[in-house]
């Protein structure tokens, strides 16, 4: 079993930044790839970001590509999303998935994670 918890999500003016955290306990981390996924009132969970277990592969949806930098220390059992140029539909639920193992190219797509965290809130307003 893997535990992820999320942090640092909160109020943010538009524009501004927030680093969000996701921590793991449990079986080996770095043999799984992470994704940053968001969930808004009334929409559809999607696939923020992604990163393989080995860091060699990321991805982002179109949306937030220039403005979120996803990175992960697994000596550390740390995952990070950088989100930068925060915009009002940035706002959601932010939650941190692990999935599948030793994958050369990570995914977004939900059904592809196993274990997830309890999400943190972004909130970007002005």
């Known amino acids: 079993q893997l535990q992820l918890v999320e942090s640092g999500g909160g109020l943010v003016q538009p524009g501004g930044s927030l680093r969000l955290s996701c921590a793991a306990s449990?079986?080996?981390?770095?043999?799984?790839?992470i994704g940053w996924f968001r969930q808004a009132p009334g929409k559809e969970r999607e696939g923020v970001s992604c990163?393989?277990?080995?860091?060699?592969?990321?991805s982002y949806a179109d949306s937030v590509k220039g403005r979120f930098t996803i990175s992960r220390h697994n000596r550390e059992n740390m995952v990070w999303l950088q989100m930068n140029s925060l915009k009002a539909e940035d706002s959601a639920i932010y939650y941190c998935?692990?999935?599948?193992?030793?994958?050369?190219?990570?995914?977004?797509?939900?059904?592809?994670?196993?274990?997830w965290g309890q999400g943190t809130q972004v909130t970007v307003s002005s």
């Open positions: 990163i393989t277990h080995y860091s060699l592969n990321t």
């Open positions: 998935a692990a999935g599948p193992r030793y994958t050369e190219v990570c995914s977004r797509a939900r059904g592809a994670y196993d274990y």
């Open positions: 449990g079986v080996r981390f770095d043999h799984y790839a």
